[in-house]
C-alpha cells in the first residue's frame, strides 16, 4: 500500500503570495493532520481534521487555513506569505482522530 | 502544557561506540511516547515506540524504556553504524479521543553524526 503523499516536493514562492499544499494519506486513514518543520527545530502542529471536519488548531495565525474532502485528502493553504513561513510541511495520517500517525515526506516551502 | 526537552546536538560518535539519546517530558496522563528519525532532505520516520509505563520500544537495534517515575524515554543503541547518522526526535501524543484534537508534541530534535 502507497503511503502518506505530498505534492509538491518543492515550491518556491515570493512573500505576500498565497501557497496550496497537498496531501494524500494512506487508504482507509480519515484523518489528517499538517505540521510544519522550521530548520533546525521539531515539527510543530497546524491542523488535525478528522472525518471531514477541523478537529484542532495549533497555535498558527489565520493566515493558515486547511480543509479535507470527502476522500480524506487535504490541502493546507497559506495566505500572504512571510520569508518566517518558509519549512517543511510535513502531513501525518491516522486511520481515526487518536492513534499513531504515519508522515509523509513532506513539502519544502521556500519564500523570498 | 505538554513538552518534550532532548539533549542538545550535535553527537558525533566512533563506528561501533554506544548510543544514549536523553529525552524526558511533561505532560499530564499517561501519553504514548515515539522517536522518529529523519534522514537529510526527507520526512520522518518511525524508529519505536512505547504506549504505557515501562514499556520497551524497540527497532533496528535501538531502544528506548518508558519510565514513568523519571518522566524520561532515552534513546540507546550498543553500537553505532555510520548509517545511522541523521537527525532524532522525541515526541509524545498529546489528547487520545476520537472525538478530540490528537497531535504529537516534538523535541528539538539531536543531530548524530558517526564517523567511520
Known amino acids: 500500500d502507497a503511503g502518506v503523499t505530498q505534492s509538491p516536493t518543492h515550491l518556491i514562492k515570493t512573500r505576500g503570495q498565497h501557497v496550496t499544499l497537498r496531501c494524500s494519506p494512506i487508504?482507509?486513514?480519515?484523518?489528517v493532520s499538517w505540521y510544519q518543520q522550521v530548520l533546525g527545530q521539531g515539527p510543530q502542529f497546524i491542523f488535525q481534521?478528522?472525518?471531514?471536519?477541523?478537529?484542532g488548531r495549533g497555535n498558527f495565525p489565520d493566515r493558515f487555513s486547511a480543509r479535507q474532502f470527502p476522500n480524506y485528502s487535504s490541502e493546507l493553504n497559506v495566505n500572504a506569505l512571510l520569508l518566517g513561513d518558509s519549512a517543511l510541511y510535513l502531513c501525518?495520517?491516522?486511520?481515526?482522530?487518536?492513534?499513531?500517525?504515519?508522515f509523509g515526506p513532506g513539502t519544502r516551502l521556500t519564500v523570498t | 502544557g505538554n513538552s518534550v526537552t532532548q539533549m542538545e546536538g550535535p553527537v558525533t560518535l566512533s563506528e561501533e561506540a554506544f548510543l544514549t539519546i536523553n529525552c524526558t517530558y511533561t505532560?499530564?496522563?499517561?501519553?504514548?511516547l515515539f522517536w522518529y528519525v529523519q534522514y537529510p532532505g526527507e520526512g520522518l520516520q518511525l524508529l519505536l515506540k512505547?504506549?504505557?509505563?515501562?514499556d520497551k520500544g524497540s527497532n533496528k537495534g535501538f531502544e528506548a524504556t518508558y519510565r514513568k517515575e523519571t518522566t524520561s524515554f532515552h534513546l540507546e543503541k550498543g553500537s553505532v553504524q555510520v548509517s545511522d547518522s541523521a537527525v532524532y526526535f522525541c515526541?509524545?501524543?498529546?489528547?487520545?479521543?476520537?472525538?478530540?484534537?490528537?497531535?504529537?508534541?516534538f523535541g528539538t530534535g539531536t543531530r548524530l553524526k558517526v564517523l567511520a
Open positions: 512505547a504506549t504505557k509505563a515501562d
Open positions: 505532560a499530564t496522563g499517561y501519553p504514548s
Open positions: 515526541a509524545l501524543s498529546e489528547g487520545a479521543t476520537t472525538s478530540g484534537t490528537y497531535k504529537y508534541i
Open positions: 501525518a495520517s491516522s486511520q481515526q482522530g487518536a492513534g499513531e500517525q504515519y
Open positions: 487508504s482507509g486513514h480519515k484523518s
Open positions: 481534521y478528522y472525518e471531514k471536519e477541523e478537529r
